[in-house]
Nanobody, 122 residues
């Protein structure tokens, strides 16, 4: 079974940056894609972006141009570099180790970590 541990969250002012990490153990990376999700208070968990095993990335519109996903297949670590942060980026950030597109919808099919809190102050 996969274990995922997210880290790197914290409190930052608007316009600042944070880099999140997701360490995976117990398995190799998904042959398809991994992804980052976030959940703001009172809202559903939403997709932030994905990265394939070959390094191809896709991002949700609200974070395009500000967030960058990368993965290290040697250390089994997923990263999320977040720049130009906005208060609306506040939430708990989670990684998922098996994200697939099914009937045109991106679905998180793998395990979840415990999440890491990101708070952006205005």
């Amino acid at each position: 079974q996969v274990q995922l541990v997210e880290s790197g969250g914290g409190l930052v002012q608007a316009g600042g940056s944070l880099k999140l990490s997701c360490a995976a153990s117990g398995t190799v990376f998904s042959p398809v894609a991994m992804g980052w999700y976030r959940q703001a208070p009172g809202k559903k968990r939403e997709l932030v972006g994905t990265i394939t095993n070959g390094g191809i990335t896709n991002y949700a519109e609200p974070v395009k141009g500000r967030f960058t996903i990368s993965r290290d297949n040697v250390t089994n670590t997923l990263h999320l570099q977040m720049n130009s942060l906005k208060p609306e980026d506040t939430g708990v950030y989670y990684c998922n180790e098996d994200v697939r597109v099914v009937a045109g919808i991106t679905l998180p099919l793998g395990s979840w970590g415990q999440g890491t809190q990101v708070t952006v102050s205005s």
